[in-house]
């Protein structure tokens, strides 16, 4: 676990890895699984890279990748 954040369904979080890469997407697009399940993969890493960061972006309208 890289971070836990407490948040709303309209907002948007941005995702960062070692390598420099981010993504961002609305909290809203998470699928909900049941008690049994593993979880829910937000962001495929490479090989020897992290998440290191999450967070919190309020007021995007979209959620479009950050170039």
Request: charged share 20%; aromatic share 2%.
């Amino acid at each position: 676990v890289a971070k836990a954040l407490f948040v709303s369904g309209k907002s948007n979080i941005l995702l960062i890895n070692s390598k420099g890469v981010t993504i961002n997407f609305q909290v809203d697009t998470i699928r909900i699984t049941g008690r049994a399940a593993t979880g829910v993969r937000l962001m495929r890493v490479e090989p020897g890279a992290k998440v290191v960061d999450a967070r919190i972006i309020d007021g995007l309208e979209s959620a479009a990748p950050v170039v």
